[in-house]
């Protein structure tokens, strides 16, 4: 899959795609072989040999991975703040390390359909840790452009863990890869949790280094991203594709996924729940810094809005394969909706109309519904675009670099402009303007329950 070059004509499917919008995935019948490219075992009986160990491999480099990304960015926007002195250049960081897991997303996933996928995955984690390295030096002369270089290499490390649920998915059965994906999701919770609430401690690390305090936790991020890389070098083990795939424009792949109904809700679904995560998240931790929260109580916030974010994902996993990922799309746009209206209540409230004590409660609510309506939505969107990768002629490799770049940038376009949305709109505007970005995956939504009544939401078969 490249930028540029001739376009070649993409096949048909070889099969029906088997995951539709508005149910479970189809499977064969007992005895009967899986389509080709489905993968032909689950993750229980039947399964590959190694299969199990492989998403144990992939789960201890997401949890380790989870404490060195959730840890950095989590103190990002107030590093940024601390170094410029202005909340206006707050969201830079986080803005730099989602565009930097977007920029990574193509040419991990070409590096995978070519060389496998440990190869690729230690490159991002290593990458993200070399960032978390000039991040740190961010802090001790700083300067801001260096925290954003930083951030920007830091997102390979958030590229790899998006990775990782794909790769999770390797060889399985249509019918397990939503399970799967989201144990490697839920495996980012245990560090993601713990990451935040290093902000104080690594505070007092950087007061004894003479660094502005904000860049200690930066010393932890590097240490557990190069940890990571350590884990999928030593435990992941997998062969070289036999062929490497052919070449193939970016555009090709994103028009061939959006003329199915499956990678239509999937690339929206993606790009609208990541961007309002983002837009939302990234300036939580300025606003209730700058109305007196302390950074213990900000950790223990982003703490629970990450558990929102991985601990229920096997639980939205086991009903995407059983229900239909559809309706879990559905159910993480009602969640998110609501989460907003708890964030924007907080801004509200501390926009002088009630106690700060009482928009912290608001806050946390809100927050932790986001992550809940983001871990649904993205979980499921993740398993339409999983299940319709493994049943083309294309690389499954490209259909999932391109789904994670369109991701990577919805939110790094949020996150670019939630510092400005929150300097002229304040928290409340923000978290507005969050809950109206979900008007296209709705209005999709809708869309698709009344094509269901018409009785044709299947469509045409996709070339993808």
Known sequence: ???????????????????????????????????E???????????????????????????????????????????????????????LPQTGSV??????????????????????????????????????????????????????????????????????TDGVADRHRGVVLSIVVWASSIGAILGPNLIEPGAALGTRLGILPLGGPWIFACVALLIAAGVVLVGLRGTRPATPPAKRRILDTVRATWAHPSGR?????????????????????????????????????????????????PVFGWLADRRGAGWVVGLGAVTLLVGCAGTAASGWVD????????????????????????????????????????????????????ADLTMGLAGATAGILSGVALA??????????????LLPLVALLASGRRARRRGDAAGEPAKV
């Open 1 to 35: 899959m490249t930028g540029s070059g001739p376009a070649e004509d993409p096949p048909a499917l070889a099969v029906p795609v088997p995951a539709t919008v508005d149910g479970p995935v189809a499977v064969p019948r007992a005895g009967e072989p899986a389509p």
């Open 99 to 168: 565009l930097g897991a977007a920029l990574m997303a193509v040419p991990l996933a070409r590096l995978a359909g070519r060389a496998g996928r440990r190869p690729a995955l230690a490159l991002g984690f290593a990458l993200a840790a070399v960032g978390a390295g000039v991040a740190l030096t961010s802090a001790a002369v700083e300067s801001l452009v260096l925290l954003v270089l930083g951030c920007l290499l830091v997102g390979a490390g958030m590229a790899a863990g998006l990775q990782a649920r794909f790769a999770a």
């Open 37 to 91: 490219g489905s993968g032909d075992a689950g993750i229980g009986h039947g399964a590959p040999p190694g299969s199990k160990g492989r998403v144990a491999v992939l789960g201890s480099a997401q949890l380790v991975a989870g404490i060195g990304v959730a840890s950095a960015v989590s103190v990002g926007g107030l590093l940024a703040e601390a170094i410029s002195g202005t909340a206006a250049y707050a969201g």
């Open 265 to 313: 809700l999937g690339l929206v679904a993606m790009a609208t729940g990541h961007a309002v995560m983002v837009g939302v998240m990234a300036m939580s931790s300025v606003h209730l810094h700058g109305h007196g929260s302390s950074l213990r109580f900000i950790g223990l916030v982003i703490s629970a809005h990450v558990a929102g974010m991985y601990l229920l994902a």
């Open 351 to 402: 926009a002088g109309h009630g106690s700060h004590r009482t928009a912290e409660a608001l806050a946390t609510a809100g927050l932790v519904l986001i992550g809940l309506g983001w871990s649904a939505v993205t979980v499921a969107a993740a398993t339409l675009i999983a299940v319709l990768s493994h049943h083309g002629r294309a690389a499954p490799t490209d259909v999932q670099g391109v």
């Open 424 to 437: 002229g709109l304040g928290y409340a505007g923000l978290s507005a303007a969050g809950a109206i970005l």
